[in-house]
């Protein structure tokens, strides 16, 4: 009940894919003529042999000339299949590999169009799958169940009509194999599509659990954790080897059924003809022919029953294709948004009033946040894990939109803004840099051209990552490795620096990582953090107060609202939540500069 309502659903989403095709219609058609051309020399051939025997081998006056004939119309019946049937090939796969890359674009532009909400939701790595390989199998529909449809479909229809051509009646007999030969493909092919699932699933497994090895292999190592991963990995390993072994068994027997049940009907058809040409029924060619098509028949009616799965995945893929391209981003530029010569004039004014959000509905997050920093000023957030810090800053960026209360951008609500021109005037550097793998100039450009090489450098200077880059082996050209493992915690910090500061937005956001950093590589940090904060306002969630120790206002921050603000010395007099901090954070600083445990 639950698989028909699937397929169903498949179904559909499989013809709502259609649209795709559609420009390719042409194409579509022309493989439609080269697929009739090339089953037509292959049904000839069996018919040009008959012919050959019978007029000019074994009649009574041989005609050597005409054999000449024949064997001539033979190879250029040869050679036209070969053609028709390559060209044929060459423009299916293009036609396909053009739909999928519709599909598979639009796929990817729907994907990043979406709000953070999506991210939280849907994993990373089935968006992988979803964009790579089930377009795969959706090309496999176009390509595969296609061809084969018409092809084999077609080839079953003139070799049947051929035999009949030759001689009705057995004709009429080899047709009785037929549903003999459905009936045993249609057993073998469900068991054959359990069993290749099987498989998948198990390599998967292994695909799996090794991805999640090898990335927290120093975690394995440090708890000794090696043999136990082993037993497990080894289990995997053999279930596997089990599930591949009986997939391959099942295939091998079912071709070798196929096999026999081919040559039964060959034995079958060398009794009954051979019967007909000794009783001078038939001629001798003729009976070869029908020998020639009975063998012929087999290989269409094995791809045909194939498709049925070609078809079943292919519904699966678009299905979940489907999914994502069904969701509708959850945040959307206005109609009209605002003019970018207004955007020009911004100075940089945030305003928070009674902002409300959540990311599980009921359970807020934030509220009724309100606050207003002006232009240029340099703001501190500070407050335990899990206050909300990070999530003020995702709404400010308009990652997520609030339950309540409106975010204002000098007195412009966020939401009239494009998401395009508000992440212009809105810098964030988060607290895990990523850095992209290329070069450390094209990590700052962020792989816009319109930034020259010497902006770049320039950028990199007033942050003072300048000498540091120089020192590595091929300066701005070093390559970066992914996610800049070869880089230490404070030059990935630098160069994110870099990055805003070639952007040049109006309001910096600065999510600081919380591992801290040695006190030298914290100064050129600090250094860094002044040259990016100068000229725009800059909002700080800080770790280390240190770092905002200089901040003209610090916002504190506890479970979702603003318990104080004030600066650094104000707030150290009040004597609450920011004193306590304060205190254990001298505690922690002075730790990590003895190194006391
Ligand atoms: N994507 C998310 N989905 C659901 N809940 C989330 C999500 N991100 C954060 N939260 C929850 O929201 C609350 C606030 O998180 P937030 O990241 O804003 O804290 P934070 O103050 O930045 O903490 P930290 O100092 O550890 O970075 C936490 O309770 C967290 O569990
Ligand atoms: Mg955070």
Redesign the pocket.
Known sequence: MKDKRASGSGLHSLLRLLPYAKPYSWSFLLVLGLVIVFNATSVLQPWLVKIAIDRDIAAKNPNPHGLLVVSAVYVGMVILGVVANYVQLIVLQYTGQSIIRWIRLDLFKHIESQAMSFF?KNAIGRLVTNVSSDTETVNQFFTGFFLSLVRDGLSIVMIVIAMFELNGRIAAYCMLILPIIFAVSLVFRARLRAAYQTTRTRLSNIVAFLAENLAGIRIIQIFRQEKRQLDHFSKLNTSHRQANVSEYGISVLFNRVLELLGNVAVAAVVWIGGGAVLHRVILFGTLYAFISYIQRFFQPINSVTQQWNTLQSAMVAADRIGTVLNIVPAIQDAKQPVDASRLKEIAGKIDFSHVWFS??ADEP?LRDISFSVEPGEFVGFV?A???????VMSLLTRFYEPDEGVIALDGIDIKEIAQTDLHRLIGLVQ?DVYLFSGSILDNIRLFRQEISRQDAVSAAKTVGAHEIIERMPHGYDTHIVAKGANLSMGERQLISFARIVALNPRVLILDEATASLDSQTEELVQTGLSAVAANRTTLV?AHRLSTIRHANRIFVLDRGQIVEQGSHDELVRLGGLYADLHVKSGIEYEKSQTGTP
């Open positions: 939280d990311y599980v997050v407050g894990t899990g206050a909300g810090k990070s999530s607290q969630i």
